[in-house]
């Protein structure tokens, strides 16, 4: 065997140690870097598919190096990426199995943060009541484990529930929670516009003009060019309402240029609703349809056809606004060929309705009633379908609340009988303090007896006079 320079058997072998070790911090720093970085790539980019490269390969290195703390961290950003796709069952597989390896190594700050991410999950999934335990187990946890963030985290997704359950107020409160435990942390951009988003939606315009400024700001910081696409999209929905055209057109453009350098089409449908929506209004139809075209490309036709018909049928609509009866015509074709054996009411009812629409603008009254009788047998269906659902999510409320009014309760009464405690304990004090008062008077007693007795005839010393 050669040997390094001026090194002996026991100092090579002491060196070979030093190295493997070496080599195995570089590796363990290595696996934080990139579970780091994938949660970053996450949450400020919504780049899922780059955060999950990162997830994956960290997930690789703490397997080979038998590192747990971080293949359970990688497990975990794994799994809240997988949560946006279409695979239902695969993000609790690697959740789960993180919050093992968490609780394994009694690491509770971990075990906290995969509870709220497990929230997070059955929220997507709509199971709210399920998603409103393991949040509230994830906060308990984390004020437990003093974990700051995963506190904030967790009453974001408490206002992410509320906002799904339609209660307004709830989701503003869980935010000014989150804003009052931290006065700087990443999420407070994602909060603020939360917070300005709810507002809007119970007509205060001018205070949801405040706290989206504010968030516009904070998302500068960290550069959270997600948040700021959302900002400029509802900044320009109200300069929309206040009737400032040019204020709004440049508010929703700035939303647009973000949306599109991050790939924001191909992840969620804010430029689809909010965007296209807003030029509706404006009559701006060729902007509109400019939006919609560049979406259709980010739209896979074999993976999700019912995106592609959802796109097709807001194109159709402005179409018939614009008066191009052809167009629309071919196109409504296109879509009810997806959509008739689908499950979407809603879809299947737009496209009766605009059917009608287009025969009745050709003068072919007799189709454009057949297609009226189509979109209200559609249109039925799908209002008994939306009542269902409004109960469903007014049950999960009711639930909620009810569980809310539980846990009070039970507060009160531990505060209750803390205090029963307190009140006893505090008797139980003074008692000995009373004793220990009896006991001093009964000693001095005695001294003063001893000194009045005669050593010699053990009498009291008044018997000598």
């Known amino acids: 065997m050669n040997l390094p320079q001026n090194l002996t058997n026991d100092n090579y072998l002491q060196h070979r140690i030093l190295n493997d070790f070496e080599d195995q911090i570089e590796e363990i720093n290595l696996v934080d870097t990139l579970n780091d970085h994938s949660e970053k790539l996450r949450f400020r980019n919504q780049d ?8 994956q390969k960290a997930k690789k ?10 293949l359970a961290w990688a497990l975990l950003n794994i799994g809240s990426c997988l949560i946006y796709s279409d695979l239902s069952n695969e993000p609790y597989k690697y959740l789960n199995e993180s919050l093992d390896i968490f609780r394994r190594l009694n690491d509770s700050v971990g075990e906290a943060h995969v509870l709220l991410i497990l929230g997070k ?3 997507t999934d709509e199971k709210y009541v399920s998603a409103y335990y393991k949040i509230e187990q994830g906060l308990n946890l984390s004020i437990f484990s003093n974990y700051q963030n995963g506190e904030i985290l967790a009453y974001y997704i408490f206002a992410l529930l509320s906002e799904k359950l339609e209660d307004y107020e709830s989701t503003v409160k869980y935010c000014k929670l989150a804003l009052t435990t931290s006065a700087s942390f990443d999420l407070k951009s994602r909060i603020l516009v939360i917070i300005g988003t709810n507002l809007i939606a119970m007509g205060k315009t001018s205070q ?3 706290y989206l400024k504010e968030a516009l700001e904070e998302s500068e910081l960290i550069n959270d060019k997600f948040s700021q696409s959302h900002i400029y999209i509802q900044l320009g929905k109200i300069f929309l309402r206040e009737g400032q055209t040019e204020k709004a057109k440049e508010n929703l453009k700035n939303g647009l240029q973000l949306a599109n350098e991050i790939g924001l089409f191909d992840n969620s449908r804010v430029v689809l609703d909010d965007i296209t929506e807003s030029y509706i209004e404006f009559q701006d139809y060729e902007s509109a349809l400019d939006i919609l075209k560049e979406f259709q490309k980010t739209v896979d036709i074999n993976k999700n056809p019912h995106r592609l018909a959802i796109v097709l049928m807001k194109i159709a609509s402005i179409k018939i606004k614009m008066n191009n009866t052809e167009k629309s015509a071919k196109l409504l074709e296109q879509i009810w060929e997806i959509a008739k054996d689908g499950e979407n009411n809603k879809l299947r009812y737009e496209c009766q309705k605009a059917f009608a629409e287009v025969f009745e603008m050709k003068k072919e009254y007799q189709k454009s009633l057949e ?14 379908i939306g009542t269902a659902n409004k109960t469903k999510i007014l049950a999960d409320r009711m639930d909620i609340e009810n569980e809310r009014k539980l846990k009070q309760l039970e507060k009160e009464k531990n505060s209750e009988v803390a205090q029963m405690v307190y009140e006893v304990y505090e008797n139980i004090d003074k008692l000995q303090k009373a004793k220990d008062v009896i006991s001093l008077l009964q000693n001095e007693n005695e001294k003063l007896q001893n000194k009045n007795i005669c050593p010699n005839c053990q009498n009291s010393r008044l018997d000598h006079y």
Do not use: M, R, T
């Open 61 to 70: 290195i703490a397997q080979d190096i038998n590192y747990e703390k971080g």
């Open 48 to 55: 899922f598919v780059k955060s999950l490269e990162y997830g």
């Open 208 to 210: 949801a003009k405040h």
């Open 121 to 123: 999950a059955n929220l």
């Open 371 to 384: 297609h009226y009788k189509l979109f209200h047998s559609y249109k039925i269906d799908f209002d008994n």
